[in-house]
């Protein structure tokens, strides 16, 4: 990984920290993007000291905004001339319904709009750096439904799983409608399911979901393994497309298959970004 640059949204704790650690150990040049200064900044020197790398660095950008997410993509252009790795990671898990300043419900704004905004942002640079890779940190609970004309969750009564399942879907049907669209370009991406992972991301949890995912919780360098595998093996440099369970291709349902789904939620992503299609 030495002379590749990697940018790890949510690198600042719990699984994004762990596989930002792990890339720089292999010599990368690691880009964190956080939302608090502060804890980058202690992020960014725990991982330089364990790691032995100097070359980590923070970028500072809140997901749940989208000027401010245009602002960091800018920021990392004019920084850095290549992009190698990009690991959408970062995610919220909200007690109670929010609202972004675009109107947008929170947790669908952060876990996925944000992603395939700053992704988009980012292509030019991911193609001109080719061959290089995106990799979606997902969940099982992609394995569920996704209501595209309630997006918003104003149909339905909030409560987290419910916000946070369909976001998961989501990026696993980002990741095959943005294959397709990217063959040829010897930019890959695919999605990963890491396990049910002791993070931060629990505390935010309603009391019984924390004990029962506890009992199931992993470590964050278990959980770290597979993005890192896809973020650096070459046994997946060509593959495109697939979701990974402990660095295997797993199946996923009907509906992350479904072509006139992923190009539904393409068009209303583009729409709720402003992006061109």
């Known amino acids: 990984m030495k002379g590749k640059v990697c940018l790890v949204t949510g690198g600042n704790s719990g699984i994004g920290k762990a596989t930002a650690l792990e890339l720089a150990k292999k010599g990368a040049t690691v880009v964190l993007l956080c939302r608090s200064r502060e804890r980058g900044e202690l992020a960014v020197r725990a991982i330089q000291t364990d790691s032995g790398n100097p070359q980590v ?49 929170k947790t669908f ?21 080719a061959p290089s890779r995106i990799i979606n940190v997902a969940s099982k609970t992609a394995f569920t439904n996704i209501d595209l004309d309630d997006l918003n969750l104003t149909k339905r009564k909030y409560s ?25 370009t010897q930019v890959t991406v695919n999605a990963l399911h ?28 278990q959980g770290a393994k597979t993005p890192v595998y896809l973020a650096s093996s070459t046994d997946v440099e060509a593959v495109s497309g697939e979701f990974f369970v402990n660095c295997k291709p797993a199946k996923t349902n009907r509906i992350s298959n479904d072509p006139v789904i992923a190009r539904r939620l393409w068009e209303v992503s583009t729409k709720l970004t402003g992006l061109q299609d």
């Not at 989208?66 to 970062?90: D, G, M, P, T």
């Not at 992704?119 to 193609?127: D, E, F, I």
């Open 57 to 105: 660095e923070l970028l500072v950008a809140d997901l749940a905004s989208q000027k401010s997410v245009r602002q960091a993509a800018e920021e990392f252009q004019q920084r850095f001339e290549h992009l190698h790795v990009l690991v959408n990671n970062a995610g919220v898990f909200l007690p109670n319904r929010e609202e972004t300043e675009e109107g947008i419900e």
């Open 109 to 129: 704004a952060v876990n996925y709009l944000s992603h395939f905004l700053l992704t988009h942002l980012l292509l030019k640079r991911l193609k001109a750096s």
């Open 160 to 184: 987290v799983m419910r916000a946070v399942a369909p976001t998961k879907l989501a990026l696993v049907i980002f990741t095959k409608e943005l294959a397709m669209r990217l063959r040829g």
């Open 194 to 221: 890491p396990g049910v992972v002791k993070t931060n991301l629990l505390h935010d949890m309603p009391r019984w979901m924390q004990v029962a995912f506890t009992f199931q919780a992993v470590g964050q360098a």
